[in-house]
């Protein structure tokens, strides 16, 4: 089983200080199940590429204890795919072998182990139930370009149709931690097996890799079924904590509030959901995305609107989402109404095919809650996939902060906010992000507006200048 990875980072060879492996030296390493040897095909300025050999010890496996087999069939000792794929084995092999570039240190240069770097893992057989469609599912948000070549079962015999064996390249601009740790979680839940037992143990796993990305995945169901085996109390109980570690970041139900009232004394977000509302109306848009929705302040203020034909309301956080349901009386929705509206989870973070094919998307008091990194995919994931004809985005206006007297100097109005942007600020950001994306924007002040500090809130309407 073989693992390329390549970087065409400047200097390439960067990547021996990122592996804690000489691009001169070949390395090997001795695991309970065979052995690994790292070497470098190539180690050029302009590209450098690492491997990793596994060497699975097929007579090893035999002697091992009963379980190390994906098929248990009475052949299954002799007819084994395990020591020619990409699963388990891998997995440990990775975190053995490469476990301070899996973990994200970088002893020596610890600056560049931070920097997200152009990475390709070329995995040189993997199965994958579930097929291409299930490759995608699981690589494709964590923003991969994705290339695979199935292989036939037997290229003499094409009568027998394709296997589930694939030759996987996985492309990315990230850093080479959260690739490590991205093949780490998804090659065994690609192969749904594992060769050793699966307890309790493997959810703190699975939490410790996942942290950063699996909160906010699609699959994340799917990946933590398969990823603990398919046993149903582990499942449940990491996806229980996945959500709560989702909730706690995100938990705008609790934290809104002191938002809600440093604001409050102007009534600032009915303004500001009449301004949006006016927008949205203005545009003639008939479907329309609340992206970020919280607890479904704006969704409340459409659903009367009969203009609206579709309105869907998308929050990363499980928890907005209920609080918006039971806001919403959704439940006793007449069906024609619940036809209307549609709620679901996701992140801003990620590319969204359902996203896709909308008139008009709102984008409310979301943004200053994405770190920078994010923001700048949520300008991609928004402005060119889902790329809807109109977009509204409203942030607080910062210099308006010393007209709150229950604000603390110097603080933002609100814990979660990442930064809050100047008129100025906001104004380059929008310009920039519209032109890069082909739209036009014109600013909005929303609320009481200040001779010298302007409005509370600030409100861009962008307007997509192709039609598509
Ligand atoms: N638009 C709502 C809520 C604003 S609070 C309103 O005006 O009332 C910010 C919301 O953005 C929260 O509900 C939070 O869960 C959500 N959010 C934060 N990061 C997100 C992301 N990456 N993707 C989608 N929603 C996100």
Redesign the pocket.
Known sequence: MLLKISTTYSPATDLGYLLHKHPERMQSFGLPFGQAHVFYPEARVENCTAALLLDVDPIGLVRRPHGQFAENFALAQYVSDRPYVASSFLSVAIARVFSSALSGKCKDRPQLAETVIPLKAELSILPCRGGEKLLRRLFEPLGYTVTAEQHSLDPHFPDWGQSRYWTVTLENTCRLSELLTHLYVLMPVLDDEKHYWVGEAEIEKLLKHGNDWLA?HPEQESIARRYLKHQRRLTREALAQLREEDIQE?D?ATQ?QEETEVEGQIGLNQLRLAAVTEALKQSGAKRVL??????G??LRKLLPEKQFEEIVG????HR?LRIAQERLHYDRLPEKEKKRLHLFQ????YQDKRLAGYDAAAV???IE??DLP?LATFERVLFEFACPRLIVVTTPNIEYNVKFENLQAGNFRHKDHRFEWTRDEFESWAVDVAKRFGYTVVFHPIGPEDENVGPPTQMAVFTRKIDK
Not at 346 to 349: I, P, T, Y
Request: charged residues 30%; negative net charge; hydrophobic residues 35%.
């Open positions: 906010e995100t705008e809104a609340d992206l970020g929705c919280g607890e302040k704006l998308m929050d990363v956080s907005a996701g992140s801003l973070g409310i008091e979301v809650h994405l994010r």
